[in-house]
């Protein structure tokens, strides 16, 4: 019987495994109530219920992969993944609202921007982690 150990973390690779761990964990209990409660939230933002599901279901799996992605013993591959990843969803959530394709309310719009800015802010985090190695 063989063991495998968990990957050594470096000091230089313990902000990126930090900050994708933080953002996994974040982002998928963030779905649970994107998926509980689609409906409700639609209701209050103006964000179609089948996006809010989709959210959901995308933030809940996000969240395992990129926790996954983060223990690895090579790291790298997994944290250019993730920072594109945020890279996409803030310039997504930035078009989502400047297009103005849904009939955001002001929850909406606040719900849609913090987005932008919590994926700007976590992925700037994960770049300079990634910088670090």
């Known amino acids: 019987m063989t063991a495998t150990a ?48 989709t959210l959901g ?19 790298r591959p997994g944290g250019v993944a993730t920072i594109t990843a945020n890279a996409l969803f803030t310039a997504g959530f930035v ?8 009939p955001l309310t002001g929850w909406g719009v606040a719900l849609v921007l913090g987005g932008a800015l919590y994926t700007a802010v976590i992925g700037t985090a994960q770049y300079v982690g990634l910088r670090r190695i």
């Open 6 to 53: 968990a990957p050594v973390t470096t000091a230089r690779e313990g902000l990126l495994r930090f900050a994708m761990r933080l953002d996994a964990v974040l982002v998928g209990i963030t779905g649970i109530p994107f998926v509980a409660a689609a409906g409700w939230l639609s209701s209050v933002t103006g964000i179609p219920v089948a996006v809010e599901y």
């Open 57 to 75: 279901v995308v933030f809940l799996v996000y969240g395992g992969v990129v926790y996954w992605l983060a223990g690895l013993e090579r790291v």
């Open 95 to 102: 078009a989502v609202e400047v297009a103005g394709i849904w």
